[in-house]
C-alpha cells in the first residue's frame, strides 16, 4: 500500500472549478473567465492523474500496490466501514489519464463552442462538477463511494442533457436519462448490499486504516469463494452470480444496454460537447469499468458472463442496424456509441476484461473526435444538424473534414488506426473462447463472433454513410426534404445556442439565403487535430503478439502488460480457458489470430465499399422505415410498459388508492367530527334558563343511578 494525498486534487480541483463559475462566474457573466477557471480546474487534475499514474512512487501503472489516499472514515457500524478514501490503481490510473485529458480537450472545444450563450457559466459549472462525479467514481477506494460518483454522473448528466431548459425536448430528455438510470441503478445498489453479505467487506483494496486491517471484497472471493454453476438457478441463488448479474442491471442502464438504451440517443438534445464527454469518453463506459474492477467476481459467474457476452452482441448489432438509417448526424454518433459499448461488454463477457478496456480507451479518442468533428460541422453549418442538408463540406471545412477521417478510420477498423487493433482484439478473444462456456449448455463463441463479425461491417456501412452525406456529393444547404416538419427526422436543433439561445427561447431553425459553410475556430479545430493524432497512433501501445511480431517485435502489448496485475487469476477452469486463449504464442495460434485479423480488415474494407457504392451517388436514400423509426423500441415501451403504469398510477394508485381510500379514511374521519361538532353546538343555545334545565337533567340522571344501584343491591 503506497500512500499519496495529491490523489484528492484530482476529484476536488474540478469541484472547485464548479463552485467558482456556479458563485462568482454568474455575477461576473464572462467567458474568459467562467472559460479559464473551469479548463484550468481540470488541467490540474490532468497534471496530477499524470504524475500520479507516471511518476510518483514509480507510476501507479507500474508499481504492483495501489496508491491509496484516506481522508476520512466515512461510516464504521459494527463490522460495516465505508471510508471516504480514493484508490490509483492500474485500472483506476488508466481511465484517470484518459478522461482528465479528453476531459480537458473537450472542455477547451467548448469555449469556442458555447461563445455568445447565455447560461456559459452555468454550463462550466455543471461540465466541472461531472469531471468531480466521475473522477469520484474511478478514484473511489469501495463500492459505497464510487455509488457515490455512479449517482453523481447520473445527476450531472441530467443537467448538461436538460441544459437547455426552455426547450421541451432537452426537458424530456433528461427526465427519461434520469428515470432509466435509475432503473439500473437499483441493482447496483442491491449488489453491493449482497456483496457486504458475502464477503463483509466493500473495499476494492487490502489496506490497513487506523491500525484496522480491511480485506478487499476480492481477495475474500478468492480465497474462501467458490465459482458457481453454469446454471440459470445461480441468478436466484443468492451467491456470485447474483452479485454479477445485478451489478450488470446497474450498467446496462449507465452503459445504454439492451433494455435500457433509448435514454442515450434522446440524450443528444444537450450541447454538443456534452455529448462526446458524457456519452462517448466518460459516463457511459462507468458500467465496463465496474465489470472489470470486479473481474473476480464475474469469473466465479460464468452464468453471469454469459449474460454480459449475449446482452453486449445483442445491442451491438441492434444499435448499428439504427444508426445506418439515421439523418441527424449526432443521432448515428449516439446509436454507434451505443453499438461500440456493446463491443465492450461482449469482450468483458468473454473474460477478456483487458481488451475491453483497451476499446474503451481508443473509443474514448475517436469518438470525442467524431462527436466533437459533429460539433464543428454544426457550428460551420449554421446549427444545422440533418445530413440531408449538408454534402462538399470537405470543400469548406478542410480540417474538421481531415481530423474526423481519422476518427471514421478508427472506428471502422482500418490499419493502423486505433480502433483497428482493439476491434480486432475482440473479435479474435470471442472466437478464440471457446473452452470458457461448456458447449452446447448456450448459445456459444461461434455465434457471438458472427454478431459481432456483421456488427463490424455495420459500423463501417453507416459511419461511411455518414462522412458521404456530409462531406462528399453535391452541396444540399438549401435542399427541401419532404415532411420535413411532419417527421421527428430533423430533431436536431439541440445546439442552436449561440442566437437562438441567447434568450433561451426555442425558435424554429433556418438556414440564411447567403449562407456558406466556414472552418471553425482554433478553440475548436486544436482540440480536434489533437484528438485525431491519438486516433490514429494510440492503438500501437496494444499491439498484440500476432501482429507485433511480424515486424521482429517480441511483444508489443504494452496495454495489456500493464492491466494484468488488476485482472484476477482464479482456478476456475472456464477462467483459465479464457484467460489462456489467444494469449498463447504458438505458430498456429499465432496464424489463427492473423487470418482472422485479415478478415476484420477485409470486411471493414467491405463495409466502407458498401458505404460508398450505396450512398455517394444517393446520398438521399430511402432507408427501411422501421430502421428509421428505431425499431420503434419507445413506442414499444411507451405503449407496453410506460402508459400501462401511467394508467394504472392515475387511476389505481392516485385516483383509487391514494384519493379514494386514503382520503376517503382521512376526510370521513373529518367529516364526521365535523358533523358531531354540528351537533353537539345545537346544545349551546345561549340562555341560562336552558343550561340551568341541562344541569338539572344531569343532577337527576346521576341521582337515579345511584337509587337504582342503591335499591338492586338491597333487593
Not at 704 to 711: A, E, Q, T, V
Request: include cysteine; charged fraction near 15%.
Amino acid at each position: 500500500m503506497v500512500e499519496n494525498n495529491l490523489l484528492s486534487i484530482i476529484i476536488f480541483a474540478p469541484l472547485v472549478g464548479a463552485v467558482i463559475n456556479w458563485l462568482i462566474g454568474g455575477k461576473l457573466k464572462n467567458e474568459a473567465f467562467s472559460g479559464l477557471i473551469a479548463c484550468g480546474s481540470i488541467l490540474v487534475s490532468t497534471v496530477v492523474a499524470f504524475y500520479i499514474a507516471f511518476v510518483a512512487g514509480g507510476g501507479a501503472l507500474f508499481i504492483d500496490k495501489p496508491v491509496l489516499d484516506h481522508l476520512w472514515t466515512w461510516i464504521q457500524v459494527g463490522t460495516f466501514r465505508a471510508d471516504f478514501g480514493l484508490g490509483m490503481d492500474r485500472l483506476s490510473g488508466i481511465y484517470a489519464c484518459f478522461i482528465t485529458f479528453v476531459g480537458l480537450l473537450i472542455h477547451i472545444f467548448a469555449t469556442g463552442y458555447m461563445h455568445g450563450d447565455k447560461g456559459f457559466y452555468r454550463f462550466f459549472a455543471y461540465l466541472n462538477l461531472f469531471m468531480f462525479a466521475m473522477l469520484t467514481l474511478i478514484l473511489a477506494d469501495n463500492y459505497l463511494l464510487m455509488f457515490v460518483g455512479w449517482e453523481g454522473v447520473g445527476l450531472c448528466s441530467y443537467l448538461l442533457i436538460g441544459y437547455y431548459i426552455k426547450k421541451d425536448e432537452a426537458r424530456k430528455a433528461a427526465k427519461k436519462a434520469f428515470v432509466m438510470n435509475r432503473i439500473g441503478d437499483w441493482g447496483v445498489l442491491i449488489g453491493i448490499f449482497l456483496v457486504f453479505t458475502l464477503t463483509g467487506s466493500i473495499s476494492f483494496f487490502d489496506k490497513t486504516v487506523d491500525g484496522q486491517q480491511v480485506h478487499s471484497v476480492f481477495t475474500y472471493v478468492l480465497e474462501h469463494m467458490h465459482a458457481d454453476p453454469f446454471t440459470w438457478g445461480a441468478i436466484v441463488a443468492g451467491g456470485l452470480t447474483s452479485v454479477g448479474v445485478l451489478l450488470f442491471i446497474g450498467a446496462t442502464g449507465k452503459s445504454a444496454q439492451i433494455p435500457l438504451l433509448t435514454w442515450l440517443p434522446d440524450a443528444m438534445a444537450g450541447p454538443t460537447p456534452v455529448s462526446a464527454l458524457i456519452h462517448a469518453a466518460t459516463m457511459v463506459t462507468a458500467g465496463v469499468y465496474l465489470v472489470v474492477r470486479s473481474n473476480a467476481i464475474y469469473q466465479m459467474s460464468p452464468t453471469a458472463m454469459w449474460i454480459i457476452a449475449i446482452i453486449g452482441a445483442a445491442t451491438a448489432i441492434f444499435a448499428a442496424s439504427i444508426a445506418i438509417a439515421q439523418n441527424d448526424i449526432k443521432k448515428v454518433l449516439a446509436y454507434s456509441t451505443v453499438s461500440q459499448l456493446g463491443f465492450m461488454f461482449l469482450a468483458a463477457g468473454v473474460g477478456a476484461f483487458t481488451v475491453a478496456i483497451f476499446h474503451v480507451m481508443t473509443h474514448a479518442f475517436f469518438k470525442a473526435l467524431l462527436f466533437l468533428g459533429s460539433g464543428s460541422v454544426i457550428h460551420g453549418m449554421h446549427h444545422e444538424q440533418d445530413m440531408r442538408k449538408m454534402g462538399n463540406l470537405k470543400k469548406h471545412m478542410p480540417i474538421t473534414f481531415i481530423t474526423m477521417a481519422m476518427g471514421w478510420l478508427a472506428i471502422c477498423g482500418i490499419p493502423i488506426w486505433a480502433g483497428f487493433f482493439s476491434k480486432d482484439e475482440i473479435l479474435y478473444k470471442t472466437f478464440a473462447a471457446d473452452k470458457y462456456f461448456p458447449s452446447g449448455a448456450f448459445l456459444g463463441e461461434e455465434f457471438l463472433y458472427g454478431v459481432a463479425l456483421v456488427t463490424a461491417v455495420l459500423t463501417a456501412v453507416y459511419m461511411t454513410r455518414m462522412m458521404v452525406m456530409t462531406f462528399w456529393g453535391e452541396e444540399r444547404f438549401h435542399h427541401e426534404i419532404e415532411g420535413e416538419h411532419a417527421h421527428d427526422d430533423h430533431d436536431a436543433h439541440e445546439d442552436a445556442h449561440a442566437h437562438v439561445h441567447d434568450d433561451d427561447e426555442e425558435e424554429h431553425h433556418h438556414i440564411p439565403a447567403d449562407f456558406k459553410p466556414h472552418e471553425s475556430p482554433w478553440v475548436m479545430t486544436v482540440p480536434l487535430i489533437i484528438l485525431a493524432f491519438l486516433s490514429t497512433v494510440g492503438g500501437l501501445i496494444g499491439v498484440p503478439y500476432a501482429m507485433s511480431s511480424l515486424v521482429g517485435i517480441k511483444d508489443a502489448n504494452t496495454f495489456e502488460h500493464v492491466l494484468e496485475p488488476v485482472i484476477a487469476e482464479t482456478e476456475m477452469p472456464t477462467a483459465i480457458a479464457a484467460r489462456e486463449a489467444g494469449k498463447s504464442h504458438a505458430p498456429e495460434v499465432v496464424q489463427k489470430e492473423r487470418l482472422l485479423a485479415g478478415l476484420s480488415v477485409v470486411m471493414a474494407a467491405l463495409g466502407i465499399a458498401i458505404g460508398f457504392g450505396l450512398f455517394l451517388k444517393t446520398p438521399l436514400r430511402k432507408m427501411p422505415k422501421i430502421l428509421e423509426q428505431k425499431w420503434r423500441l419507445d413506442e414499444f415501451y411507451n405503449g407496453y410498459i410506460v402508459d400501462p403504469i401511467t394508467r394504472f398510477s392515475t387511476k389505481s394508485l392516485w385516483k383509487g388508492f391514494d384519493v379514494g381510500f386514503i382520503d376517503g379514511i382521512v376526510n370521513g374521519i373529518g367529516g364526521f367530527v365535523m358533523e358531531a361538532g354540528n351537533a353537539v353546538r345545537g346544545l349551546q343555545v345561549g340562555y341560562v334558563r336552558s343550561y340551568a334545565a341541562i344541569i338539572l337533567l344531569g343532577a337527576l340522571a346521576v341521582l337515579g343511578y345511584f337509587i337504582y344501584y342503591g335499591l338492586k343491591l338491597v333487593a
